[in-house]
C-alpha cells in the first residue's frame, strides 16, 4: 500500500513537466506518460515494474486529465491519463482510447458529519448552491462549504456530467487543484463537503480522515461500484495519438493485462483486464 500512495513532490512534477516539453516521443527507450492525479498511483507502479522488465524509462506526471489529454494531441507526450472521457473536439483529433479501470466518486464529509446519505438531486442542489445548510439534509444547523476542483480536473468533468447535468456549479465555492488538497480540507472543516476518487478514501500515511455518503442509499463500495449500482462510477483511460504502438503499446497492455490487477484493485479501482474497455 506505500507504494500506491505516493504522490510526486510539487519540484519533481516542475522537472516532469519540463521533460514533457523537451521529450514528446518514446525513442531512445524513454516514454511519457502525463494527465490524471486520479490514475497517477497505477502509473507510477506500472512504470516502475515496465521498466525492470523492459528497460524502458518511463516518465510519469500527473497534471491533470486535460493537461495530458492536450500534451498527446500537441506530441509532448506519448500516453495521456484521464478520469474523464474526451470531449467532443478532443475526439476529433485522432485519439485512441484504451479503458484501464473503472472508478467511483466518493462524496466525503467531515467525520463529525452525521448525515450519512445524499441523493443525486440533493447533491446538485449543494454544488448549485441553492442548498447551503446541512439541516435541509436532516444534519446540524450548519453551513455547508463547497469544495469543488479546478476545471483541469478529469474528476471535476465526471463529476458535472453525472451530477450536475448542465446545472452550472455554484461560483463561490472553494476550488482546489487536486485531490489531496480537497480529502485535507474537508477533514479539517466541519461543514465541507467535496468529492474524490474511492481510490483515494483511505489514507494511513495522515491523520487527516473524512467520511463517504451514501449516494441514493448505496455506498461507495467496490462490490456496488463493479455491479454498476453506485451512480456515481466511471471508466479510467489511456489515451494515445493514433492507434498505440512500439512501447506505449507494450506500456498499455502491461497495465490492462492481468499482472496488474492486484495493484489496480489495491489502488482502490475495479481493472477491467486486456481488451475489457471499449477502445476507439
Known sequence: MARLRRALPLLAASVLALALSA?????????????STTV?????????DF???????????GLGSS??????????????????????EEANQGLSQYAV???????????????????LDQLRGIYAGEIDNWSALGGPDLA???????????????????????????????VLPGTGQVRDVVSRTPGAIGYISIGFVENRFTNATVKTLDVDGVEPTEANLESSAYPLSRDLYFFTKGAAEGEAKAFIDYVRSS???????????????????DDA
Do not use: K, W
Open 259 to 277: 499482472t496488474m490487477d492486484a495493484t489496480i484493485r489495491d489502488a482502490g479501482y475495479v481493472p477491467v483486464g486486456e481488451g475489457g474497455g
Open 67 to 88: 493537461a495530458g489529454i492536450e500534451a498527446v494531441i500537441n506530441g509532448t507526450a506519448d500516453v495521456a491519463t484521464s478520469s474523464r472521457d474526451l470531449t467532443p
Open 101 to 119: 479501470a473503472h472508478d467511483g466518486i466518493a462524496v466525503i464529509v467531515n467525520d463529525d458529519n452525521p448525515v450519512d446519505n445524499v441523493t
Open 40 to 48: 497517477l498511483p497505477i502509473a507510477e507502479i506500472a512504470a516502475e
Open 144 to 174: 455547508i462549504q463547497v469544495v469543488n476542483r479546478d476545471e483541469a480536473s478529469g474528476t471535476r468533468e465526471a463529476f458535472r456530467t453525472i451530477v450536475m447535468r448542465g446545472t452550472p456549479f455554484d461560483r463561490t465555492a472553494a
Open 23 to 35: 521529450c514528446g516521443s518514446s525513442e531512445h527507450g524513454v516514454l511519457t506518460v502525463a494527465g
Open 51 to 61: 521498466e525492470e522488465e523492459s528497460g524502458v524509462q518511463v516518465l510519469v506526471s
